[in-house]
């Protein structure tokens, strides 16, 4: 057969011609005639141990409509907030403290100025913060340049397990505040970004300039985390989005293989263990009272209430259905198929719920 009589001719310079399509634009459609499940409900309550609705515009009650609508019991709001931008926040929330918790900042006011003297005022503060209904800190953050997430003033050029910081971290275990940190970012941002980067789009939007000066890479951060983990093993710690480790698992298995204090959310992660669905799947087995489930919404002017209904029917779609190769373009950036991991009842109850109670109730 000549293939040549049935092949169309080159496309040459029209719009859609696939040698003009750029990656940013490509938006893959499955073909495949597979079941789709649709999950608008959670099939157990949960508890989203990863939020930071902490825009006072926002109107509490739709965002408790929208749990309500999507069997969401509670919401951990990570706030970064310290003195007056916390105490706006309890108000703000005041009237559904049942439906929300909420976790503080840490104060660094002053940390840079060469007298240590900060951390006694930062200690007071978290425990006034605690005094105001603070349940835990975070969520903490160091991409490579230092602690930058908490409010008012980031900490730049402030590592996690710079001795500075061990007061804070001992007076969260005497109050048992767990602590949720965000180390890093997905390897693929640290990565060239060049055709070999298969997570590229996603990780150009969020690309990690290694020419920061004093920039930690991927595995120096991870060290610094490893190490408050095991200087306070009084106080308990969360490595949020998988400690940021999605590209290989076995470091979050040995992680909390050697620290009894460490729990894991899987908050923003979907895409990256969707397109692994048998790693993922056991690895959600093997680890059913470690893992936390959380979203990373944000409800602001953003991430708005429809944006926030479809990432929890996708989120839960993933969690429970068995679905092939489908895309979520809308949600991920990323270019993959996913896939669901359809974990038993047994594990998504843990997941969703009871280990987030068993933490929240130390």
Same mark, same amino acid.
């Given at each position: ?202 990780? /150009? !939007?969020?690309? *990690? ?5 004093? &920039?930690?890479?991927? %595995?120096?951060?991870? =060290?610094?985390? @490893? ?99 489908? /895309? !979520?373009?809308? *949600? ?5 198929? &996913?896939?669901?991991? %359809?974990?038993?009842? =047994?594990?998504? @109850? ?13």
């Amino acid at each position: 057969m000549d293939l040549e009589k049935v092949k169309p001719k080159p496309f040459e310079n029209a719009a859609l011609s696939p040698e003009n399509i750029r990656l940013n634009d490509y938006r893959p459609v499955s073909i495949f005639n597979i079941p789709q499940t649709d999950v608008r409900r959670a099939s157990f309550p949960v508890i989203d141990m990863h939020t930071h609705a902490w825009q006072l515009q926002l109107d509490v009650s739709q965002w408790v409509s929208r749990m309500d609508a999507a069997n969401i019991e509670k919401s951990v709001v990570l706030t970064f907030e310290t003195g007056a931008g916390f105490d706006a926040v309890v108000q703000q929330y005041a009237k559904y403290a049942d439906r929300f918790d909420l976790w503080c900042g840490f104060d660094y006011t002053g940390y840079d100025q060469g007298d240590d003297s900060w951390t006694d005022h930062a200690v007071a503060e978290l425990e006034r913060c605690y005094r105001m209904g603070a349940k835990g800190v975070g969520e903490l953050g160091d991409k490579g340049v230092g602690e930058f997430y908490s409010r008012p003033v980031a900490g730049y050029g402030l590592h996690l397990d710079d001795p500075r910081m061990k007061p804070l971290f001992r007076k969260c275990g005497e109050l048992k505040m767990p602590v949720n940190i965000h180390i890093a970012d997905p390897m693929w941002m640290y990565l060239p970004m060049d055709a070999q980067n298969d997570g590229l789009m996603n990780a /150009y !939007e969020w690309r *990690i300039d290694p020419a920061q000066p004093g &920039l930690l890479d991927h %595995g120096a951060l991870l =060290q610094t985390f @490893e190490n408050v983990v095991r200087n306070h093993p009084e106080t308990m710690f969360i490595a949020c989005h998988f400690a940021n480790c999605t590209y290989d698992l076995n470091i979050v298995a040995r992680l909390l293989d050697t620290y009894p204090n460490l729990y894991v959310d899987n908050a923003a992660r979907f895409a990256e263990t969707a397109t692994i669905p048998r790693v993922a799947k056991a690895f959600y087995e093997r680890y059913q009272d470690r893992l936390l489930f959380g979203t990373d919404l944000g409800y602001d002017l953003e991430m708005n209430m429809e944006y926030a209904a479809k990432f929890y029917q996708v989120a839960f779609r993933i969690m429970e259905s068995t679905d092939d190769h489908f /895309y !979520e373009h809308g *949600i991920f950036t990323y270019h993959w198929p &996913l896939y669901g991991l %359809g974990l038993s009842p =047994q594990v998504l @109850e843990k997941i969703y719920r009871l280990n987030a109670l068993k933490l929240l109730q130390q």
